[in-house]
């Protein structure tokens, strides 16, 4: 029978739709591919995705931007790109729970472009690996004069190959680690590093005599020429988006409250060091700061020990820019041009569904199909690490290369994707769309659940139970009313679930414009730049 004590006042309708949301939430953390990861261990591995060494050059981006301008330049970029990182997040909702990639996205929203997707993710991937292989070179003969000034008499101790060979038996066991969550623990070693640069940068800041006013920009700039040469750093130093669909797939509590916690403490925490440093840095040293600020303090052991914590840093990193290059590999060599004159072989049930094979089916964190095999796992990873290891020993310098992958790649992944991905799979019309907000109707709506109820008695009580329901209208709904804004506060602040739909597939449309200028005026100061420089 109905329970009339549901009609005497909002409370029990609420309760019922807070039942059926919570019932929903469990469900979906049960299903099949979910992830073992703590919210702590994916915030620990998406800040040392972020934070790398675009840290050291931020003081020299502020030169050019101004303390004010250069502020507001690095909060805007942590904002949009932890934008980018939230519409990963929902676009994730279409995919089954354990198989969100790029290339499950694209092969929803754009199939036969999904190769080139994936292909712009490994080439960025590979391309910062092969950056901080670089950075181990030429840091690590250094660290070992500063530590003890004979080695400088031996000659293979300084020589850069000889050392990006010894910290590949580091590299090697890393890379070959299937889940992110293993790497927590390197990660935090390398956040401990990080650490100790913050507080070399800010000891010097504090103990050091400061630059001159007179080469300190505090409300001036270097001019649009300066400010976009550098915008590229500060974009390239939150970017993290090629992992954060392995962060959703390994984690176990993938409520929204939860996605947005991580997003926010990891960007959140990137945004507060990146500003520190800037400040500090710019302020001890002026206009005359360069690139790699670590390398213009005076040799001592505090800066060998800095030096040295950029070694681990940056080894400990480059496990993570593996795994998502390994997994956009696999998806290119498993790419087949689709054809668009059938339609394509659907695995959703009439209830609703995701579309793409099942998690039982596919639990690779980019491929489409059957999880790599252990022989084309290694294959993959020797080959990632052959080459990134050669590329790294013949070429001494990549910091152009790095320019033209950073404004590609970096601008690619942190905004142009997740905003055309989500404008393209939220539409209203998209079966993918229908579908899931079916689900989240069948979920989230307690008046649904009422009439299942009136339904199931409606041959006995049904007009005693519609009757009663008319009169208990007035109070039930002046009693949702009283909790209503409570209830909408509270999203507002935590879980941003009460945002508009066409708010947010215009505002992921302006994300994805605002990616494109970017790269285009990225690009044309690196060609400008390449010009001169010849």
Partial sequence: MPDYSTISSGEGSASVGDMTRHK??????????GGQATMVSSVINLLNTIIGAGTLA???AMSHFGILFGVIVILWSGFTSAFGLYLQSRCARYLDRGSSSFFALSQMTYPNAAVIFDAAIAIKCFGVGVSYMIIIGDLMPGVVEGFDSRAADIPFLMDRN???????????????????DSLKYTSIVALVAIGYLIVLVVYHFASDTLAPRDKIRFISWGGPIEALASLPVVIFAYTCHQNMFSILNEIANNSPGSIMGVIFSSIGSAAGIYVLVAITGYLTFGNDVIGNIVSMYPASIASTIAKAAIVVLVTFSIPLQVHPCRASVDAVLKWRPRDVSRPPV??????GRPLLPTPSQSRS?????????????AILTTIILVLGYVVALTVVSLERVLAYVGSTGS?????????????????????????????????????????????ADEGLLGRSVESIRSAASGSSAKSKNTK???????????????????FLRGAALALAIYGVCVMTVCLAMNLVGT???H
Avoid: C
Avoid at 24 to 33: F, L, M, N, Y
Avoid at 346 to 351: E, L, M
């Fill in 162 to 180: 000889f050392w990006i060979t010894v910290f590949m038996l580091v590299i090697i066991p890393l890379s070959f680690l299937r889940r992110l």
């Fill in 58 to 60: 931020m003081p020299s």
């Fill in 346 to 351: 659907r695995t959703s049930s009439p209830g």
């Fill in 531 to 533: 010009v001169v420089a």
């Fill in 365 to 377: 964190d980019h491929g489409p199909s059957a999880p790599i095999s252990d022989l084309r796992f």
């Fill in 24 to 33: 929903r939430a469990r469900g979906r953390q049960k299903e099949a591919g």
């Fill in 411 to 455: 601008t690619s992944i942190s905004f142009i994707l997740p905003g055309l991905f989500y404008y393209k799979i939220s539409d209203p019309n998209s079966i993918h769309h229908q579908r899931l907000t079916k689900e989240d109707d069948d979920a989230l709506s307690p008046s649904e659940s009422e009439s299942e109820v009136d339904n």
């Fill in 484 to 502: 209503s804004p409570w209830r909408w506060r509270r999203k507002w602040r935590w879980d941003m679930e009460h945002l508009n739909p066409e």
